[in-house]
């Protein structure tokens, strides 16, 4: 026993290093496969099934996709409705950028303008959209008013107008989104090599110049973790549709996960299987730009070395 005992101490000894992160990292795998991963299988499995929730499942098939695929129109403005998102989110990553090279300063009272290009972030995304939504009142609303003076009547005000009621809300979410890629680049910034930043200004290098070549390459992990984030937000927008305009005006504000929200828990909805299948176009949707990220980074790394 005494020599058993021994050998496996000697084993440990020998396997120490190469243990111990995996009894850290198995609780964590543990919970992610069952909070993440089981439920993405779950979803695979369902959008096969026509499924209210509570009864038996029906294996339909392939036949959920191929009512989306074939001329589902409250899906075709969701889709479309989610790359204005996508492409227009994407302006929090340079207006982030910007406010934080602006406020990368050491001058009297930084903190407290930081505080404030800081507060959206902390705020709920259902706020913020209950203050655009007054905001963007027709009438009343100090949008409304300030277009009113220079001669700009939007008709049912900009909520109430399909044609613009779904640039509005992307307005509403770009601020919370813009004051977090701030944050993300503030960070960033603090982690810049003071020394090569100095041997760019030996060199002349200055303005757009000393950005382009040397702060931004260094700034590449937040740059990342900016898209990852961002794109991911844009396509899983839902707060602010179901706060400000519920979907309408006449569907016009649908997005994907709306839409699969509609289908599967709203009152006219429990399709669930219906419901999961939108889900799963997303997951591949997101997957897609994702993976895109990952493997430009890969790639940037790997010539780097």
């Known amino acids: 026993m005494a020599t058993a005992s021994a050998n496996n101490r000697s084993w440990y000894k020998r396997n120490e290093i190469a243990l111990t992160p995996w009894v850290f990292l198995i609780p964590g795998i543990f919970m992610f496969s069952l909070y993440v991963i089981y439920p993405i299988l779950q979803s695979f499995w369902i959008s096969f099934h026509e499924w209210d ?40 990553i340079p207006m982030g950028l910007f406010i934080s090279l602006f406020l990368n300063q050491k001058v009297f009272g930084i903190r407290f303008y930081k505080s404030l290009f800081f507060f959206p972030f902390v705020i709920s995304q259902v706020v913020v959209g209950l203050v655009f939504s007054w905001f963007y009142l027709p009438n009343d609303g ?8 220079v001669g700009i009547d939007i008709s049912g005000g900009i909520l109430g107008n399909p044609n613009t009621a779904t640039y509005g809300i992307i307005a509403a979410g770009l601020w919370p989104q813009t004051a977090y890629c701030m944050i993300l680049y503030l960070t960033g910034l603090n982690a810049v090599d003071p020394e090569q930043v100095e041997a760019a200004r030996l060199d002349g290098a200055k303005g757009a110049r000393m950005l382009w070549y040397v702060i931004l390459p260094q700034l590449k992990p937040a740059t990342f973790i900016a898209f990852v984030v961002t794109i991911i937000g844009a396509l899983r927008s839902f707060d602010f549709i179901a706060v400000m305009t519920n979907g309408g005006p006449f569907g016009s504000t649908r997005v994907l996960s709306f839409y699969m929200f509609e289908e599967s828990l709203s009152e006219f909805g429990f399709r669930m299987g219906y419901g999961a299948a939108i889900a799963v176009v997303l997951f591949f949707i997101m997957l897609g730009f994702i993976g895109y990220f990952l493997w430009s980074m890969y790639q940037d790394e790997k010539g780097a070395h």
């Open 53 to 92: 929730g509570l009864g038996e499942k029906t294996w339909i098939g392939l036949a959920n996709y191929e009512r989306l695929l074939g001329g589902d129109r409250k899906f075709e403005i969701s889709f479309w409705n989610n790359l204005r998102w996508l492409v227009l989110y994407l302006l929090a």
């Open 142 to 149: 100090l949008f409304d008013v300030l277009v009113g003076k």
